[in-house]
């Protein structure tokens, strides 16, 4: 296919498409708006998936047309470069005046451009890109801009420390992972992948991240005080601890399950949150009892038994997706109750079959492990709940760990409106679609394993 070929083709499955999307009498013709309204339910969504599919393969032209730019706009050509020729400072500003975006989109152009490009030698032979899986991903239209940049920026980071065959398996694997979930999943993926791929590195990014922390107040026009917060991942581990354990006991009261309050809490999410923050600041003030939901708050710390002993490697405090070094993490154990992720044995009965309904605090502790927050979507794990796959009553479903599943309110009841399937191991869980999602029912995989290497093959777990 030529240069234009891809584009050309996308517009022909798009007129199509859109064409089949419509009524067969009585449709407007020449009015855009009209005809959108006028789109079937089905025929919406494929001309919606064929937009994107266009819009992707348009950026991917978009990049090599930005990388050329900034070829031509080099230092080595002066003031004869291509984007000062044309009135502009550096070619990212020129991406961005012709694009109508921001900077930072133009700089991602470019960026992702470049990184995708191929190369040439001294001797003008023609060379692979740097990264050839996420070039092929983003040529073939698979790939967004955002996801490209997120994975290259990343390898590029840890290129001179990171070993290559390693290096080029995560690469190919994250490219997998970027086409079956989101740009905020994909974004946890390349953070834990960069710490595997630069295990050194991990502390020097941390006393980066604190150096940057900071915490700024002011009052507006109107009366409301603003605060903003940067922190690093140690510093936000007990704020968002706390704020969460009070959150959660607010929006546990609202269950209608129980008996309805005198007054409905009508509160949005934001402002449970503020109401929050006041009240652990009233506490610190003065207050001489323990605001409940805070007893039972802790901030848990997860790595491996080897990592603890030796410092060295990572580890993760659940609710944040940026790794901390060992060092951090022995650091924060020796200044609070520190929960390790050692599950099982005869200490702690994981396994309680039909002898008890819900879960037990060791039992989340082991599902969030395996899930690493809600199995499906990825949502924080400070707002998901253990379910059973079996149900409890209709299906004399056991409270084990493989018939248990960390699931956010949203996708808990999605599963079951649309009939979805869920397989679980002590180490992964598998979501199989219904039929009319997948004919195929091909199973997903969720929870922490969608992160994982194969050593052997460099294949994503999934």
């Not at 992160?451 to 093959?457: G, K, M, V, Y």
Request: proline share 5%; aromatic share 4%; net charge negative.
């Amino acid at each position: 296919m030529d240069t234009l070929g891809a584009l050309e083709h996308d517009l022909d499955v798009l007129r199509a498409e859109w064409s089949g999307a419509l009524p067969a009498f009585g449709a407007h013709s020449g009015d855009a708006q009209a005809e959108v309204e006028q789109l079937s339910d089905a025929g919406l969504v494929r001309v919606t998936d064929r937009l994107a599919r266009l819009r992707r393969d348009a950026d991917a032209l978009l990049t090599r047309v930005a990388a050329e730019v900034a070829r031509r706009s080099g230092p080595e050509y002066g003031e004869a470069g291509l984007a000062k020729a044309h009135g502009f400072h550096n070619p990212v500003r020129l991406v961005a005046a012709a694009t109508g975006g921001s900077r930072g989109d133009a700089a991602r152009l470019v960026a992702v451009g470049v990184a995708t490009a191929e190369r040439q030698s001294f001797s003008g032979e023609r060379l692979p890109s740097r990264h050839p899986h996420v070039a092929g991903a983003v040529a073939a239209g698979r790939l967004s801009v955002d996801a490209a940049s997120a994975i290259t920026s990343m390898l590029d980071r840890v290129a001179m420390r990171a070993d290559p065959t390693l290096a080029d398996a995560t690469e190919s694997a994250l490219v997998g992972l970027a086409c079956r979930v989101p740009l905020e999943v994909l974004h946890r993926g390349v953070r834990e992948a960069e710490a595997r791929l630069d295990a050194d590195g991990v502390e020097p990014r941390e006393e980066q991240l604190r150096a940057e922390r900071s915490l700024t107040i002011r009052e507006d026009g109107n009366g409301l005080v603003h605060l903003h917060a940067r922190l690093d991942p140690e510093s936000a581990a007990p704020v968002k601890a706390a704020i969460e354990a009070l959150v959660g006991d607010a929006l546990r009261r609202r269950d209608r399950g129980r008996a309805a309050p005198a007054v409905d809490d009508t509160r949005t999410i934001p402002q449970v949150q503020a109401d929050a923050i006041a009240a652990i600041c009233r506490h610190a003030l003065g207050c001489e009892q323990t605001i409940a939901p805070l007893a039972k708050a802790s901030v848990i710390v997860r790595m491996d038994l080897d990592t603890l002993r030796d410092g060295i490697g990572h580890a993760r405090i659940d609710g944040i997706d940026q790794p901390i070094s060992a060092g951090t993490a022995r650091r924060m154990s020796a200044d609070a109750e520190l929960i390790p992720a050692v599950f099982g044995g005869d200490s702690l009965p994981l396994d309680l079959g039909r002898g008890a309904r819900l879960f037990t605090r060791a039992q989340r502790l082991a599902l969030g492990e395996r899930d690493g927050g809600c199995a499906s979507c990825g949502q924080n794990i400070g707002y998901v709940d253990a379910h059973h796959i079996r149900w409890w009553e209709r299906d004399t479903g056991p409270t084990d760990l493989s018939n248990g599943v960390m699931l956010c309110s949203f996708c808990h009841h999605r599963i079951h409106r649309e009939g979805w399937d869920i397989r679980a191991t002590r180490t992964e869980v598998w979501f199989i679609p219904p039929p009319h999602v997948d004919p195929d029912q091909r199973p997903r995989l969720g929870g922490r394993a969608r992160f994982e290497l194969d050593p052997a093959s460099g294949e994503a777990a999934a």
